[in-house]
Structure formats: structure tokens, C-alpha cells
């Protein structure tokens, strides 16, 4: 969950770590502030499960008995694929909310300020979050990094052409929980080789079996598809089916949860499955991968009414430790002037020296080659949005002629960031 608005007054606006006893009263403002819907039971109970209270801050009206929690904000652990494929510590900033009452006092940036000298403490160079209103977190430094393609493709009008092999891949019906473990391996498996990907906690496999009536409108329960190639599971698709007649008969929509695979005749050969449910004439996917082949099977990609939208906005905790973390898809030798006042320990100068093998990013006194906030730093971090479309913008200087260029072709990836899920 992303953010409300921000906060200070006649309140104590001072975080302090939450306790488990005071979990339901911190939650329950955190869903207030989104609307004040309950969450169906089951979701309700994951997340108190998953919930690190350690890593959980709030902010109280009052610390007596009867004290009113007005801010919450939580901070998963988690590690993420970074352009290289390295697993990177990163806290995943989350369920944070400020209560109505109280906004404009100054709560919001008192959480995210304890917050992030938190996140540093930890040795954790990356934070990164997924946002309600983007507008919010830019000036806490976080940079949109990647972005999720969705669809309503009109099965009825549009063909999919497979690559070989498709036909080798067999497709069963699975109870969706019976086959959780080996859509798990096959999930891990994939993690290294995206950057964005987190590799997935102990307890988060669940939430993707998390399937209230409340929440499928008007849909079928979650169903599950999984394909074989020689025995071996080599991928799944997590999806539902909404039923809808017309006067021309069945119009249902098949809404895809989830879908992975390893390599591209699984893929191919579950979307074709997809395609061809009967009594359906839509495909609805959410949150794709940009870079996604089907793209590049269909007859008629105006028919899949393609859309963009943000997803995973990234800041540098540690400007030298998140930049040596990672390389780099050609050798990069920069200097960045960085401003960073909202975590000054990271503005000034650092030399970047890497390639494809590795790198290494140190202070120095070197002349500047590239000038730029640590927003736009986060949002080229993964490889999805170029450092030269930065500069276009107007958000990266170009210091030294040709720096720009040399420094995007670097930063870039061959495969676009992707955020798998929400947290």
C-alpha cells in the first residue's frame, strides 16, 4: 500500500516501533485511510502474519492507554534482482497512511525521515515502494523504475502465432494450493533473471492464493493451468473466469492473476490456453512485463488495448553500495554529481567504474561528469527508464559532452524491469 497525505500541529509527531499488541489499532488506520473497507478475513490474517513489527513505525496522539494511532508505515525485508542478476538487500517500504485528521503536521515526512535512517542502519542500500499517488514520493527521492503493461485483448478477433515446441508442452487442471510448491520453483527460478524480481519470503507464496468471494466480482474461484515439458513442471497461470452473456451468445472475461514460464514455448503455451477458454471473448492481464512476447504473437495489437502504468518506484539508500551492487551492459567510467537533502550522506561526488562483470563506486574529488537528484539515480537504477530520456526531461545535466550517452548505454537492461507482485 502507498500513502495518504503528510502531517504536524499540536501532536507528538515523533515515530516510534510498533508492538505486536498494538497491531490491530495500527492497521486499523492504516484502512481507514483507504476508504475504511474491511479486508476480507483471510487477507487480514496474512498480513498480520507477515507484518514486521521490528521494522514497523507509528506515530501516537497520545501514548497513554487510549492513544490514537494517526501514522503507520512498514518496511518488509526483502531482496530484489538487480541488472547483473545479484540479489540485493532492499526494504520494502509499505502500509503507509496518515490519518485525515491530522494531515499537514508534518507526519508523513517524520516517518519517512526515521524511516529511511532506519533502512541505512540496517545496511540496506535500496528502498523501494509501490505508490497510491505517486506525486507524494519524489521528494523523499523515490524514482519510478518500472512500469506494468495490461490488456483487454478481444479473443475473438485476435490470433496468437507460437514458436515450435509449443505443442510439446502439456497443460493440466491443478488445484491451486495442491501445486503451490512446485509454482514456487518455478517462480524462484525466474527471479535472478529480471531485474525488479523479490525473491519471495516465507509466507508471501500465500498471497497469491488468497481468493475471497468478496473480492472476484461476479468471477469463478482461482484456477490454475500448469505445463509440463518431459515430466517436468516448466510453468503455470493463475487466472479466473467472469461469465457474461450478449444477444449473440457467450462473452465472458478470463482474468489473469498470474502466469510464468520458463522458457518460450511454456509461455506461448499458456497463453494460447488462455485464448481459447470457451464461452470467453476477453483476456484481462494486469501488470505485465513490458518486454512481454505475446506482444509479438498477436495479429492485431490495437485489439489488445495495451496500457502502461507505474509500478515500482526505487530509492538509493546507499548511492555507492546500490551502484557497486549491480553492472553494467557496457563499461561505464562517471563521475555523478548527486543531490540528495533529504539523506545528505549521499550528496556530493562519486566515480562510477563498471561493466559487465562488476563494479565499483567510491567518493571522490574528481570534476563532475553527469549532475542529477537520487530520484533520477532510483529511476534508472534497474535499466527500464534511460538516463538519456532523464536528461531530455531536463532531470539529468550533462556535465562533460558524451557523459550522458556513455553512462545510458551502461545503465541499460536487456530485459525490462518487472515487479512481480504488490506488497
Request: overall charge negative; hydrophobic content about 40%; some cysteine.
Amino acid at each position: 500500500m502507498g500513502s495518504s497525505t503528510d502531517n504536524d500541529g499540536g501532536v507528538k509527531t515523533e515515530p516510534r516501533v510498533l508492538r505486536r499488541d498494538e497491531w490491530d489499532r495500527w492497521y486499523g488506520t492504516l484502512i481507514r485511510a483507504f476508504s475504511g473497507v474491511p479486508e476480507p478475513a483471510e487477507e487480514l490474517e496474512l498480513y498480520r502474519e507477515l507484518t514486521q513489527v521490528d521494522r514497523s513505525i507509528g506515530v501516537w496522539e497520545d501514548e497513554g492507554e487510549g492513544g490514537a494511532c494517526v501514522g503507520t508505515a512498514g518496511a518488509f525485508a526483502f531482496r530484489m534482482t538487480v541488472p547483473g542478476g545479484a540479489l540485493v538487500p532492499a526494504a520494502g517500504v509499505t502500509m503507509v497512511s496518515v490519518a485525515a485528521t491530522h494531515r499537514r503536521r508534518g507526519v508523513l515526512t517524520s516517518m519517512m525521515r526515521r524511516q529511511l535512517d532506519d533502512v541505512r542502519a540496517w545496511g540496506e542500500p535500496l528502498a523501494v515502494l509501490t505508490a497510491s499517488e505517486p506525486a507524494i514520493y519524489g521528494r523523499f527521492g523515490y524514482g519510478a523504475a518500472t512500469f506494468g503493461l495490461s490488456a483487454e485483448i478481444d479473443t475473438s478477433r485476435v490470433r496468437l502465432s507460437v514458436p515450435a515446441g509449443t505443442d510439446d508442452v502439456r497443460l493440466r487442471y491443478e488445484a491451486p494450493a495442491e501445486v503451490l510448491d512446485a509454482c514456487e520453483a518455478v517462480y524462484a527460478r525466474l527471479v535472478p533473471g529480471r531485474p525488479g524480481m523479490l525473491a519471495r519470503r516465507p509466507g508471501w507464496e500465500r498471497l497469491a492464493l488468497l481468493d475471497p468471494e468478496s473480492g472476484r466480482d461476479g468471477a469463478s474461484p482461482l484456477q490454475c493451468v500448469v505445463a509440463r515439458r518431459g515430466g517436468e513442471v516448466t510453468g503455470y497461470a493463475r487466472f479466473r473466469v467472469r461469465p457474461s452473456w450478449g444477444p449473440a451468445g457467450p462473452k465472458g472475461t478470463v482474468a489473469l492473476d498470474d502466469l510464468a514460464g520458463l522458457d518460450p514455448a511454456t509461455e506461448a503455451a499458456l497463453w494460447r490456453f488462455l485464448y481459447d477458454i470457451d464461452l470467453t471473448s476477453t483476456l484481462a492481464v494486469r501488470g505485465r512485463p513490458v518486454d512481454e512476447a505475446w506482444q509479438h504473437q498477436v495479429s492485431d495489437i490495437r485489439r489488445c488495448r495495451p496500457e502502461l502504468r507505474d509500478a515500482l518506484y526505487v530509492r538509493l539508500v546507499d548511492v555507492g553500495a546500490a551502484l557497486a551492487a549491480r553492472t553494467y551492459q557496457a563499461p561505464v567510467d562517471v563521475v555523478f554529481e548527486v543531490e540528495d537533502a533529504f539523506c545528505p550522506w549521499n550528496a556530493g561526488r562519486w566515480r562510477l567504474s563498471g561493466d559487465a562483470k562488476g563494479a565499483s563506486c567510491e567518493r571522490t574529488s574528481d570534476a563532475a561528469d553527469l549532475a542529477l537528484s537520487v530520484r533520477e539515480l532510483g529511476a534508472a537504477y534497474l535499466g527500464g527508464v534511460s538516463l538519456g530520456s532523464l536528461g531530455a526531461a531536463g532531470r539529468v545535466r550533462e556535465v562533460r559532452a558524451g557523459a550522458l550517452a556513455a553512462a545510458s548505454v551502461g545503465f541499460g537492461s536487456d530485459v525490462a524491469p518487472w515487479l512481480p507482485h504488490g506488497f
